[in-house]
């Protein structure tokens, strides 16, 4: 069974700093990109950034740009994002999603597999 399963989230204050993992599980993940997508009440599902498999090529939505950070660790097959200088505007549901792709993209239909989502709360 195909399993992406996010950890790491929580309530911070803004100028904060969290550091979200996401444990894939139940195929090979090779050449799969990884990226983290998010999602406010009341609004669409947004890019946040993605990662090739070896990690050579990342892409980050221009909001996160300098602050937030992807990677990956092949060999745990776990995916982060470390997020500093957090805003109130972060606030929202991550997700953690892999797709069959040799390259990153934004295109969230692209990425096959989803986990649950993590709450991430930043206070002004």
């Known amino acids: 069974q195909v399993q992406l399963v996010e950890s790491g989230g929580g309530l911070v204050q803004a100028g904060g700093s969290l550091r979200l993992s996401c444990a894939a599980s139940?195929?090979?993940?090779?050449?799969?990109?990884m990226a983290w997508f998010r999602q406010a009440p009341g609004k669409e599902r947004e890019f946040v950034a993605a990662t090739t498999w070896a990690g050579s090529i990342t892409s980050y939505a221009d909001s996160v740009k300098g602050r937030f950070t992807i990677s990956r660790d092949n060999a745990k097959n776990t995916v982060y994002l470390q997020m500093n200088s957090l805003k109130p505007e972060d606030t929202a549901v991550y997700y953690c999603?892999?797709?069959?792709?040799?390259?990153?993209?934004?295109?969230?239909?692209?990425?096959?597999?989803w986990g649950q989502g993590t709450q991430v709360t930043v206070s002004s």
């Open positions: 139940g195929r090979t993940w090779r050449n799969y990109a």
């Open positions: 999603a892999g797709g069959p792709v040799i390259t990153v993209t934004l295109n969230l239909n692209v990425y096959e597999y």
